[in-house]
Protein backbone atom coordinates (compact mmCIF):
# COMPACT_ATOMS: atom_id res chain seq x y z
CA UNK A 1 0.00 0.00 0.00
CA UNK A 2 1.27 3.40 -1.00
CA UNK A 3 1.55 6.29 1.56
CA UNK A 4 -0.64 8.43 -0.08
CA UNK A 5 -3.20 5.83 0.18
CA UNK A 6 -2.05 5.15 3.95
CA UNK A 7 -2.79 8.95 4.09
CA UNK A 8 -6.24 9.00 2.14
CA UNK A 9 -7.14 5.83 5.01
CA UNK A 10 -6.23 7.55 7.85
CA UNK A 11 -7.80 10.89 6.72
CA UNK A 12 -11.60 9.51 6.06
CA UNK A 13 -10.53 7.64 9.20
CA UNK A 14 -10.39 10.83 11.12
CA UNK A 15 -13.38 12.06 9.19
CA UNK A 16 -15.76 9.32 9.88
CA UNK A 17 -14.67 9.77 14.02
CA UNK A 18 -14.92 13.40 13.85
CA UNK A 19 -18.46 13.07 12.26
CA UNK A 20 -19.48 10.25 14.62
CA UNK A 21 -18.35 12.90 17.48
CA UNK A 22 -20.30 15.63 16.32
CA UNK A 23 -23.56 13.33 15.96
CA UNK A 24 -23.60 12.06 19.26
CA UNK A 25 -22.60 15.63 20.90
CA UNK A 26 -25.76 17.20 18.75
CA UNK A 27 -28.23 14.34 19.83
CA UNK A 28 -27.29 14.15 22.98
CA UNK A 29 -27.44 18.39 23.34
CA UNK A 30 -30.85 18.00 22.01
CA UNK A 31 -31.69 15.30 24.14
CA UNK A 32 -30.87 16.84 27.27
CA UNK A 33 -33.33 19.73 26.11
CA UNK A 34 -35.83 18.16 25.32
CA UNK A 35 -35.79 16.31 29.04
CA UNK A 36 -35.88 19.80 30.36
CA UNK A 37 -38.83 21.47 28.47
CA UNK A 38 -41.13 17.91 29.24
CA UNK A 39 -39.92 18.93 32.72
CA UNK A 40 -41.48 21.78 32.46
CA UNK A 41 -44.78 20.62 31.07
CA UNK A 42 -44.70 18.62 33.98
CA UNK A 43 -44.41 21.73 36.14
CA UNK A 44 -47.03 22.97 34.12
CA UNK A 45 -49.45 20.13 35.05
CA UNK A 46 -49.67 20.41 38.54
CA UNK A 47 -48.99 23.97 38.74
CA UNK A 48 -51.55 26.31 41.17
CA UNK A 49 -51.10 28.75 38.19
CA UNK A 50 -50.45 27.77 34.80
CA UNK A 51 -50.70 31.31 33.31
CA UNK A 52 -48.43 32.54 35.35
CA UNK A 53 -45.71 30.05 34.89
CA UNK A 54 -46.35 29.90 31.03
CA UNK A 55 -45.54 33.99 31.10
CA UNK A 56 -42.43 32.90 32.93
CA UNK A 57 -41.86 30.46 30.06
CA UNK A 58 -42.71 33.22 27.39
CA UNK A 59 -39.87 35.09 28.80
CA UNK A 60 -37.56 32.42 29.15
CA UNK A 61 -38.41 31.39 25.51
CA UNK A 62 -38.65 34.98 24.07
CA UNK A 63 -36.20 34.16 21.21
CA UNK A 64 -37.66 30.45 20.18
CA UNK A 65 -41.21 30.44 21.35
CA UNK A 66 -42.44 32.09 17.85
CA UNK A 67 -46.25 33.22 17.99
CA UNK A 68 -48.14 31.63 15.15
CA UNK A 69 -51.31 33.01 15.19
CA UNK A 70 -53.97 35.04 17.12
CA UNK A 71 -57.83 36.17 16.84
CA UNK A 72 -59.90 38.46 19.17
CA UNK A 73 -60.08 35.29 21.72
CA UNK A 74 -56.25 34.36 22.26
CA UNK A 75 -53.10 33.21 20.57
CA UNK A 76 -51.21 30.58 20.08
CA UNK A 77 -47.32 29.50 20.34
CA UNK A 78 -45.15 27.14 19.42
CA UNK A 79 -41.50 25.77 20.74
CA UNK A 80 -39.73 23.37 18.26
CA UNK A 81 -37.00 21.36 18.63
CA UNK A 82 -35.28 18.95 16.34
CA UNK A 83 -32.17 16.25 15.35
CA UNK A 84 -31.97 18.12 11.90
CA UNK A 85 -28.50 18.22 12.30
CA UNK A 86 -27.72 14.92 13.48
CA UNK A 87 -30.08 13.77 11.03
CA UNK A 88 -28.14 15.29 8.21
CA UNK A 89 -26.00 12.31 8.32
CA UNK A 90 -28.42 9.82 8.49
CA UNK A 91 -26.52 7.68 11.28
CA UNK A 92 -30.15 8.48 13.01
CA UNK A 93 -33.83 9.49 11.80
CA UNK A 94 -35.04 13.01 12.21
CA UNK A 95 -36.97 13.37 15.50
CA UNK A 96 -39.26 15.97 16.35
CA UNK A 97 -40.62 17.77 19.64
CA UNK A 98 -42.79 20.88 19.08
CA UNK A 99 -44.83 22.15 22.30
CA UNK A 100 -47.75 24.28 20.79
CA UNK A 101 -49.68 26.44 24.16
CA UNK A 102 -53.07 27.90 23.11
CA UNK A 103 -54.11 31.05 25.49
CA UNK A 104 -57.79 31.98 25.66
CA UNK A 105 -58.43 35.98 27.08
CA UNK A 106 -55.00 35.76 28.26
CA UNK A 107 -55.58 32.43 29.98
CA UNK A 108 -53.38 29.09 29.02
CA UNK A 109 -56.04 26.97 28.04
CA UNK A 110 -53.98 24.18 25.92
CA UNK A 111 -50.57 22.60 26.10
CA UNK A 112 -50.11 20.00 22.89
CA UNK A 113 -46.84 17.94 22.80
CA UNK A 114 -46.57 16.64 19.31
CA UNK A 115 -43.71 14.08 19.27
CA UNK A 116 -42.72 12.08 15.88
CA UNK A 117 -39.66 10.45 14.28
CA UNK A 118 -39.69 9.95 10.44
CA UNK A 119 -38.37 6.70 9.05
CA UNK A 120 -37.78 5.85 5.96
CA UNK A 121 -39.30 3.14 3.47
CA UNK A 122 -42.11 2.39 6.85
CA UNK A 123 -44.90 4.34 8.50
CA UNK A 124 -43.80 7.17 10.46
CA UNK A 125 -45.05 7.36 14.34
CA UNK A 126 -46.78 10.48 15.78
CA UNK A 127 -47.85 11.35 19.17
CA UNK A 128 -49.69 14.03 20.39
CA UNK A 129 -50.69 14.44 24.11
CA UNK A 130 -52.92 17.24 24.96
CA UNK A 131 -53.57 18.65 28.63
CA UNK A 132 -56.32 21.38 29.11
CA UNK A 133 -55.24 23.89 31.51
CA UNK A 134 -57.98 25.35 32.52
CA UNK A 135 -58.96 25.91 35.84
CA UNK A 136 -62.74 24.79 35.47
CA UNK A 137 -61.56 21.93 33.59
CA UNK A 138 -60.75 21.88 29.28
CA UNK A 139 -61.89 18.68 27.20
CA UNK A 140 -62.14 16.13 28.74
CA UNK A 141 -60.60 14.49 31.89
CA UNK A 142 -58.57 11.69 30.56
CA UNK A 143 -58.52 10.02 26.77
CA UNK A 144 -56.57 7.35 25.10
CA UNK A 145 -56.44 6.50 21.49
CA UNK A 146 -56.02 4.04 20.03
CA UNK A 147 -57.54 2.06 22.58
CA UNK A 148 -57.84 -1.03 23.74
CA UNK A 149 -56.48 -4.02 21.37
CA UNK A 150 -55.38 -2.22 17.85
CA UNK A 151 -53.53 -2.48 14.61
CA UNK A 152 -52.75 1.50 14.44
CA UNK A 153 -49.20 1.30 15.72
CA UNK A 154 -48.12 4.84 14.32
CA UNK A 155 -50.91 7.39 15.83
CA UNK A 156 -51.06 7.93 18.92
CA UNK A 157 -53.18 10.69 20.58
CA UNK A 158 -53.83 11.52 24.67
CA UNK A 159 -55.90 13.82 26.28
CA UNK A 160 -56.19 14.66 29.61
CA UNK A 161 -56.53 17.92 32.15
CA UNK A 162 -56.62 18.84 36.27
CA UNK A 163 -59.14 15.99 36.73
CA UNK A 164 -56.83 13.13 35.96
CA UNK A 165 -55.27 11.05 38.42
CA UNK A 166 -51.49 10.84 38.73
CA UNK A 167 -51.17 7.93 37.45
CA UNK A 168 -52.91 9.17 34.31
CA UNK A 169 -50.56 12.04 34.01
CA UNK A 170 -47.65 11.19 34.89
CA UNK A 171 -48.33 8.18 32.15
CA UNK A 172 -48.98 10.78 29.58
CA UNK A 173 -46.20 12.84 30.08
CA UNK A 174 -43.70 10.02 30.24
CA UNK A 175 -42.13 10.13 26.77
CA UNK A 176 -39.12 8.38 26.13
CA UNK A 177 -36.81 10.69 24.44
CA UNK A 178 -34.34 8.40 23.85
CA UNK A 179 -36.12 8.24 20.08
CA UNK A 180 -33.38 11.41 19.94
CA UNK A 181 -30.04 9.46 20.70
CA UNK A 182 -31.37 5.92 19.49
CA UNK A 183 -29.69 4.73 16.10
CA UNK A 184 -32.60 3.60 13.86
CA UNK A 185 -35.36 5.13 15.48
CA UNK A 186 -38.72 4.48 17.33
CA UNK A 187 -40.40 2.06 15.40
CA UNK A 188 -43.92 2.66 16.52
CA UNK A 189 -45.94 4.82 19.63
CA UNK A 190 -45.09 2.10 21.76
CA UNK A 191 -41.33 3.64 21.53
CA UNK A 192 -42.71 6.97 22.08
CA UNK A 193 -44.71 6.60 24.74
CA UNK A 194 -44.56 2.70 26.47
CA UNK A 195 -46.19 4.10 29.33
CA UNK A 196 -49.66 3.93 27.57
CA UNK A 197 -49.32 1.40 24.93
CA UNK A 198 -48.04 -2.18 25.10
CA UNK A 199 -46.90 -4.43 22.43
CA UNK A 200 -49.32 -8.18 22.27
CA UNK A 201 -48.05 -9.03 18.78
CA UNK A 202 -45.38 -7.85 16.22
CA UNK A 203 -48.27 -6.36 14.23
CA UNK A 204 -50.47 -5.41 17.29
CA UNK A 205 -50.57 -3.05 20.45
CA UNK A 206 -53.10 -2.55 23.41
CA UNK A 207 -53.52 0.26 25.62
CA UNK A 208 -52.22 0.25 29.20
CA UNK A 209 -54.53 2.53 30.68
CA UNK A 210 -58.61 3.04 30.20
CA UNK A 211 -59.66 6.24 29.19
CA UNK A 212 -63.00 8.41 28.20
CA UNK A 213 -63.36 6.46 24.65
CA UNK A 214 -62.97 3.06 25.61
CA UNK A 215 -65.39 3.45 28.71
CA UNK A 216 -67.79 4.78 25.86
CA UNK A 217 -67.37 1.57 23.62
CA UNK A 218 -67.60 -1.15 26.36
CA UNK A 219 -69.97 0.38 28.89
CA UNK A 220 -73.70 -0.36 29.23
CA UNK A 221 -74.18 2.83 31.06
CA UNK A 222 -73.04 6.44 30.54
CA UNK A 223 -69.97 7.26 31.81
CA UNK A 224 -69.64 10.14 35.12
CA UNK A 225 -70.16 13.44 34.17
CA UNK A 226 -67.06 14.29 35.13
CA UNK A 227 -65.25 12.70 32.25
CA UNK A 228 -66.42 15.48 29.94
Not at 72 to 96: D, H, V, W
Not at 128 to 137: I, L, W
Request: aromatic share 8%; proline share 3%.
Amino acid sequence: MTSICKKLIAGLAVLVISIGGFVAASSYRTYQTARTRLDEIKQLSISSNPTTQFAALRHKYENELHLTGCTRQGCQYELELSNKSAAAFRIAPYTELNIRFTTHEGSLQWAMLEYRTALRGRISPVLHVQEGMCSHGCGVRFDVNPHGTSKDMWNGLVEFDFRASVEERDAALALDLRCFLRVGGCKDIVDLLPTMWRRTRADEISSQLVGLSQRLEESHSFPPADDF
